[in-house]
């Protein structure tokens, strides 16, 4: 990389999150299409004529000029690609889980576009499609290209395959399934009981396209129990809680 390129980054990226800093500007956290992850200050952002800080909208996508720090990046300008869609309070908040996910399973300046693409579809999707399904594909998907992915099919105690009628349970430690002869040496791990619905839900949503889906009949009880294991083991890769769920339970989500 150049000594020029260092010091500016131009990219289009779909902002993850923004929050007032000091008095009058705004830090940020995006997703760029080549350079992955970046946190800015926007300075001046605030002021009520300053029209690029209007522009930083969480789920906007922007063209952006990041101009490199030693401790903290800088923008130097924007300019709005397509606004953020109109969503409800409902969207919004699942839009917010997979910003969040986002933000916390990757690093700064790695590239991922496939990940890029990826979020712009699933923020697209959320007022076409039931938000709650889009924001689980999209979690199942981000574990898989960010190497997070758990063992879904074999038990990570013995090595054995799980075939979908076979009793399995989760264990968000070891990060997968464990059958039946294994489970007596995993008491204690929390696991969690992983059904053949929740198996079969998991796989539907891991190959989820949001245009066309695939026809599948959804259970509520495959659902929650897919929920609780999804972010308890997303919780043991990231040890911290995600404020998008607390937001979710709230709200009776």
């Known amino acids: 990389m150049s000594e020029n390129e260092r010091e500016h980054l131009l990219d289009e990226a779909l902002v993850l999150h923004v929050k007032n800093y000091q008095t009058a500007d705004k830090y940020v956290v995006c997703f760029t299409k080549k350079h992955g992850k970046l946190r800015f200050i926007a300075y001046g952002a605030r002021y009520v004529k300053n029209v690029q800080g209007r522009l930083l909208q969480p789920f906007a996508c922007l063209n952006i000029e990041v101009q490199q720090g030693q401790k903290v990046d800088k923008l130097r300008s924007c300019e709005l690609v397509r606004l953020p869609q109109s969503l409800d309070m409902q969207q919004m908040a699942y839009g917010a889980v997979a910003a969040e996910l986002t933000a916390v399973l990757t690093e700064d300046r ?89 198996r079969q839900l998991w796989q539907w949503l891991a190959a989820l396209n949001y245009a066309s889906p695939a026809a599948f009949s959804v259970r509520g009880g495959d659902l929650m129990e897919l929920e609780r294991i999804l972010y308890k083991f997303i919780f043991f890769q990231t040890d911290k809680p995600l404020n998008s769920l607390n937001f979710l339970s709230q709200m009776g989500l």
């Open 110 to 198: 790695e590239p991922a576009e496939e990940l890029y693409e990826l979020l712009g579809a699933t923020l697209a999707a959320l007022t076409k499609r039931n938000p709650r399904l889009v924001v689980l594909s999209f979690a199942i998907k981000l574990l898989g290209l960010t190497g997070f992915a758990p063992e879904m099919h074999h038990c990570v105690g013995c090595g054995a395959e799980i075939a979908l009628p076979d009793a399995a349970w989760f264990s968000p430690l070891q990060g997968g399934l464990i059958c039946g002869q294994c489970k007596a040496a995993y008491t204690g791990e929390g696991l969690e009981p992983c059904g053949q619905g929740t």
